[in-house]
């Protein structure tokens, strides 16, 4: 999302504007969601953690000093209350195989049984096979391409917030990941 | 690229793939249409849940121009050492906002604490954009809740003229 509209659109929720706070969900929220998903919460943690970042960001919105960084503000907000689960986890479960934090659902979402329906069954199964690629990339390339993947593109300086690297080694990383993701797909003859 | 492996990122370095990188990756590869299938994918396999997305709209009735925010200045997830061995420890939290300091700890059966300096004030424990549920309160700024928050939560006080919002947070 451009980062004067965020910041004008902020600027006119503070001052009433309902609308405006809907168009920053819309333009927001899958960034907000994408750092959750990053971080391999369970559900219930994560639909926690999205609601407290939303909620928060509601209370701050008057006193945000740099309304057009609303994007890094929520970001940063999101992996902190994503790193105090973990905390959290880690001091009720002294462990550190990683699994114990993977309980991603298995639900399937309405998009997904209407894909399976549909007779673009064979899409279906390309989507589903780079889907498994990128889970089984190593951690720190599946969180940042989690991260850069949300809708609309987050920026790199949001990628930076939500990722805590540092804003210049994200494009590196991100050109590396993907080539290691490509790898792995021509190697399995996928897409 | 082969500065990036190693220090800084050893985690990667030791899944042991790189021949395959090496291998099959011509050097121009198109990363940015890569990216786009990938966001195509999330959107199908794992977009915003519709009901969060609609509390999110909803939270726009947490926006309060009144209330002053009590921010938190100590967690104890955060800020204290873990006890060893020791579980269902109560999470204590400091909130702060101007003079008025609100201390709260909560644990498995409920919550309890103190409004600082003390005082008498009416207290809410908020859940949502619609969930209120009132505290009692003594004179002296003490309160106790045998219901534990059961996700998101914050404090609202009322005391003098001010209303005071406490941070919201994940008990």
């Known amino acids: ?191 | 690229m082969n500065d990036m492996n190693g220090a800084r990122f050893p985690d990667d370095g030791a899944e042991g793939d790189e021949g395959v990188e090496e291998a099959f990756v011509d050097a121009e590869f198109d990363a940015g249409l890569l990216e786009e299938e990938l966001r195509r994918a999330a959107a199908v396999l794992d977009p915003v849940p519709a009901e969060l997305r609609r509390l999110a709209v909803e939270a726009y009735a947490l926006h309060d121009l009144d209330a002053k925010v009590a921010e938190l200045t100590f967690d104890s997830l955060v800020d204290a050492l873990p006890v060893r061995g020791a579980t269902d420890v109560p999470r204590m939290l400091t909130f702060r906002a101007g003079e008025l300091t609100v201390d709260v700890e909560v644990t498995g059966q409920g919550l309890m604490g103190q409004v600082l300096p003390p005082q008498s004030a009416r207290i809410e424990v908020l859940g949502g954009p619609q969930a209120a549920a009132p505290v009692p309160v003594d004179t002296l700024g003490r309160f106790t809740s045998d219901t534990p928050p059961s996700g998101p939560f914050a404090l609202r006080l009322r005391t003098g003229g001010d209303v005071i919002v406490t941070e919201w947070l994940r008990a």
């Open chain 1, 1 to 191: 999302m451009d980062r004067t509209e965020v910041g004008a659109l902020v600027r006119a929720a503070v001052d009433g504007d309902a609308a405006a706070w809907k168009a920053l969900v819309e333009g927001l929220s899958p960034l907000v969601w994408s750092v959750v998903r990053a971080h391999r919460l369970s559900d219930a943690d994560g639909h926690e953690v999205y609601q407290t970042v939303w909620f928060r960001f509601a209370q701050h919105l008057g006193r945000i000093r740099e309304p057009e960084k609303a994007g890094s503000w929520l970001a940063s907000t999101t992996r902190h209350e994503c790193l105090k689960v973990i905390k959290a986890l880690a001091r009720l479960m002294p462990t550190d195989d990683p699994q114990v934090l993977d309980r991603v659902s298995e639900d399937r979402t309405p998009e997904q049984t209407v894909i399976d329906s549909e007779e673009a069954a064979a899409e279906s199964e390309r989507i589903r096979r780079l889907w498994q690629e990128f889970e089984e990339l190593g951690e720190r390339c599946r969180q940042l391409l989690r991260v850069l993947m949300a809708t609309p593109p987050p920026s790199y300086v949001e990628a930076s917030a939500a990722l805590g690297i540092a804003v210049g080694s994200i494009g590196p990383l991100r050109q590396r990941c993907l080539r290691r993701l490509r790898a792995r797909l021509d190697a399995r003859g996928a897409v």
